[in-house]
Every structure is written in structure tokens, then in C-alpha cells.
């Protein structure tokens, strides 16, 4: 279960530092060496290296040459920073024009530039975002994503429901693509590798006239895919099932 979400902090202090909205009465005191978006720059690159536990109001600091307490007169704190970083790498997130397209193209360009977001940010992944952040980058990207939608037939609360469906699956297929690559890194050894060492030891103990379907079919997946899991065909091919689904509502509704 994730431990950090969005929209997790002072909800106007929040939106005022999204929207960049000034604060109220004149600013006392000597120019500020930085800016809002070189604080939230420099907290989305401790995050793409280090992961987002690296992320504390003092590394930030740190990166940024300033003492912590210089880096509170930019931002309150630590979850409003969480949704100024993911209202940045939204904004950053490239669109396709699929304009014209069928729809199911223009879903399947949505999830391939969610797929990317993800792999360029995994810390990403990871979040809730149950409770969106309310930014203009996250705005604009719903925005643009809700257009692939458009001559469906599906009225305004299913169009919602089916990106939502959609992202759903495509960043818990994130999550699990960064599983195995920390799996890969901390143990050293790939899939295939692990499985050289593990099968003989499983082969010991597992009974193939008791459990006849499981050393089957997992013998024929791991041949197929090279281990018990494979993020890409596993996306590829829930991909396909979810765009599958939603054809079904959408040819109803037309």
C-alpha cells in the first residue's frame, strides 16, 4: 500500500503554490537566491535517482546548497513539495496529437505516454493519487487525455471511469515493472538467472500429480516469457484486455 499520496498537505497553500499565485502583502526582507520550480527541479532528481524516500525538505536542501530551514520559506513542507513534483513531470509528459484517430488508438498513445511518464519517473508509480493534484500540469494531462475519449457515445461520468480504468492498469504495470528491476539490482541476478537456482530446489518439493495445472502452466509461462513474470507481456497483453472492455461499453452505447 503506498505510503505517500497527493493532495496529502494544506489544501490553499497548495493551490496557491500550483498555480503560482502570489502570496498576500508585500515580501519583506533580501531577494531570494532560488525559485519554486529550481526547488521542485532539484527534488524530482533526488527522486529519479534515489527513489522518493530519498525526498526530505534536508536533502533537497542539500542539493540545493541552501540550509533547511531556507528551503520552508519555498514550500511548507514535504507533501506540498510531493504535488508540485508530480504537477511537474505531468506538464512535462509528452501528448501525442491523435486527433482523428480511432479511439482505440488514441487510448493506446494515452497509456504509452503514462507508461513513459512512469519510466522516466518510477517514484511516480508509486504514489496514490486517489486525491489528484489539483496543478496545471496534472490539469492539462486530463485534460488532453479525456480528448481520446471524445465520439465514444459514453456520457461525461463513463468517459472518467474509463481513463481512470486505463491508468489504473497502466501504473500498477509500472509498479511491477520496478519491482523486478529492484529485484534485479538488489539480488544481482536477472530473472532467468534466479530461476536456474530456484527451479531444482522447487522441483524437490513440488508434486506435479497434486498440483497438475500450476507446474504445467507455470512451466509453460516461464518458458514463454523467461520467468514467472514479464512486465512488457504483461502489459501488451493487459493493455489489449482493458481497450477489449471498454469496446464493449462503447459499442453498447452507440
Known amino acids: 500500500m503506498p505510503t505517500d499520496r497527493s493532495s496529502a498537505g494544506d489544501p490553499a497553500r497548495t493551490l496557491a503554490l500550483l498555480w503560482r499565485q502570489p502570496p498576500g502583502g508585500p515580501r ?9 520550480d529550481a526547488v521542485v527541479a532539484a527534488a524530482v532528481g533526488l527522486a529519479d535517482r534515489d527513489g522518493l524516500e530519498a525526498v526530505t525538505m534536508r536533502a533537497v536542501a542539500q ?15 514535504r507533501a506540498e513539495l510531493l504535488d508540485l513534483m508530480l504537477d511537474a513531470v505531468h506538464a512535462q509528459t509528452a501528448r501525442r496529437d491523435t486527433a482523428g484517430r480511432p479511439w482505440r488508438e488514441r487510448l493506446t498513445a494515452v497509456a504509452e505516454e503514462n507508461r513513459a511518464l512512469f519510466a522516466a519517473h518510477p517514484w511516480a508509480a508509486a504514489v496514490s493519487t486517489l486525491r489528484p493534484p489539483l496543478g496545471p500540469g496534472s490539469t492539462a494531462k486530463y485534460e488532453h487525455e479525456l480528448a481520446a475519449l471524445d ?6 461520468v463513463e468517459r472518467d471511469d474509463c481513463l481512470t480504468h486505463l491508468l489504473s492498469f497502466v501504473q500498477a504495470n509500472a509498479r511491477a515493472a520496478a519491482e523486478a528491476q529492484a529485484a534485479r ?28 495445472r500450476a507446474v504445467r502452466i507455470g512451466a509453460a509461462a516461464g518458458a514463454a516469457h523467461g520467468s514467472a513474470h514479464d512486465p512488457d507481456h504483461a502489459y501488451r497483453f493487459g493493455l489489449a484486455r482493458v481497450l477489449d472492455g471498454l ?8
Open 28 to 36: 519583506r526582507g533580501p531577494a531570494r537566491a532560488l525559485d519554486l
Open 63 to 77: 542539493a540545493l546548497g541552501v540550509a533547511p530551514m531556507t528551503l520552508y520559506t519555498y514550500v511548507p513542507g
Open 151 to 156: 465520439d465514444t457515445g459514453l456520457d461525461d
Open 185 to 212: 539490482r538488489q539480488s544481482g541476478l536477472d530473472d532467468a538467472q534466479w530461476w536456474t537456482a530456484a527451479g531444482p530446489l522447487l522441483a524437490r518439493v513440488l508434486d506435479p500429480a497434486r498440483y497438475p
Open 247 to 254: 469496446a464493449a461499453l462503447i459499442d453498447a452505447r452507440r
